[in-house]
Nanobody, 123 residues
Framework: EVQLVESGGGLVQAGGSLRLSCTTS????????IGWFRQAPGKEREGVAC????????GYMNSVKGRFTISSDSAKNTLYLQMNSLKPEDTAVYYC????????????????WGQGTQVTVSS
C-alpha cells in the first residue's frame, strides 16, 4: 500500500524558507513520479514540483522556478521540497503525491496523495 506522510509546514514571514518532507512507503522511487501539489483557499489544486524517479527529470510550476527545489533520498524513502524566498501567495496546503503515469513537468495529476501540510506565509 502506497503511503505518503508530509511534515515541515508552518508559519513563516515573507522572504523566509521552509523545507517540507514526505516520508513514503509501499513503493520504489525508481518506478514512480513523485511530487508536490498545493491548494490555496478557494482555488484549485495545482502542481508545484515533481521528480521522475526513473530518469531524474524534474519539473516546476513557473511561479516557483528559482525559489523551490525538489529532491529525494531513495535510501530514506523521503521526498523534500526546499522553499526559499517565500511569498504570501505561496500560502496553501501542500500535498505529497506519487504516480506511475504523470509526465513530470508536462502533465500534473497523481493517483496517490498524502494528507497535506499547511504552509502559511505572512506579509
Amino acid at each position: 500500500e502506497v503511503q505518503l506522510v508530509e511534515s515541515g509546514g508552518g508559519l513563516v514571514q515573507a522572504g523566509g524558507s521552509l523545507r517540507l518532507s514526505c516520508t513514503t512507503s509501499g513503493f520504489s522511487f525508481d518506478d514512480y513520479v513523485i511530487g508536490w501539489f498545493r491548494q490555496a483557499p478557494g482555488k484549485e489544486r495545482e502542481g508545484v514540483a515533481c521528480i521522475d524517479g526513473r530518469d531524474g527529470t524534474t519539473g516546476y510550476m513557473n511561479s516557483v522556478k528559482g525559489r523551490f527545489t525538489i529532491s529525494s533520498d531513495s535510501a530514506k524513502n523521503t521526498l523534500y521540497l526546499q522553499m526559499n524566498s517565500l511569498k504570501p501567495e505561496d500560502t496553501a496546503v501542500y500535498y505529497c503525491t506519487a504516480d506511475t503515469i504523470m509526465l513530470c513537468g508536462v502533465t500534473w495529476y497523481a493517483d496517490y496523495w498524502g494528507q497535506g501540510t499547511q504552509v502559511t506565509v505572512s506579509s
